[in-house]
């Protein structure tokens, strides 16, 4: 049976300062850092004893996690950059402001995937879904058999439509919510191979 843990990054400086993440490098904030610990902790329970593989986004508010969750689960950290959030172009680290003052805003019908927000060097959200479902692939046809994999909202919604086997070009309308430091669990039965979301967001471990 495979378990994934899909870990969103807790709180960032980026979300306390107002300014909008994609690929501007935040790190965690003291609240953050606390929160990891939680994770860790909540992670731990669940894997005591496992073997388990760490994949992170190479940006550091997800590596700063991954590191201390490995503190506590053992094994090393693998990075992966096609794990990491939206890239919002010029806009990344600027006030969430000033995007919306230029965003184009989604269309309800339409293409949807390969839309242009209109922001000089944004990723589309067709960008972020090939390189999301990649990286699920590759954790599908990993020989571990447990795998924690810490990563960032936008993403999130991405890996889990890879994981139920949605296609790729129906991934447009799809969202899972999640939060900061939220644990979904998916899972691999192994008497009829379905993949499951066994738990979705789970944040008990932050309060």
């Known amino acids: 049976m495979k378990n994934i843990y899909v870990v969103t990054h807790p709180e960032a400086t980026h979300h306390v300062d107002g300014l909008v993440g994609g690929w ?108 999301a479902y990649a990286a699920m692939d590759r954790i599908q046809h990993s020989s571990m058999e447990n795998h924690v994999v810490v990563t960032h909202g936008g993403t999130v919604t991405l890996l889990l439509a890879a994981w139920i086997g949605m296609p790729l070009e129906a991934s447009g309308r799809v969202q899972f919510r999640v939060s900061s430091g939220g644990i979904t669990h998916l899972r ?12 979705l967001n789970e944040t008990r471990h932050l309060n």
């Open 188 to 199: 691999k039965d192994d008497r009829n191979y379905s993949h499951q979301i066994a738990q």
């Open 24 to 131: 501007f490098d935040s790190d965690l904030t003291e609240r953050g850092m606390r929160q990891a610990d939680s994770i860790a902790e909540a992670l731990s329970e669940r894997l005591s004893d496992a073997e388990v593989e760490t994949i992170t986004s190479d940006l550091r508010r997800a590596q700063r996690t991954a590191e201390v969750i490995v503190k506590r689960i053992g094994g090393g950290v693998k990075l992966d950059p096609d794990l990491r959030e939206k890239s919002y172009g010029e806009a990344g680290g600027r006030p969430k402001a000033w995007l919306e003052e230029r965003r184009i805003p989604i269309p309800e019908f339409g293409e949807r995937l390969r839309h242009d927000e209109g922001v000089d060097g944004a990723e589309t959200r067709m960008d972020l879904a090939v390189r």
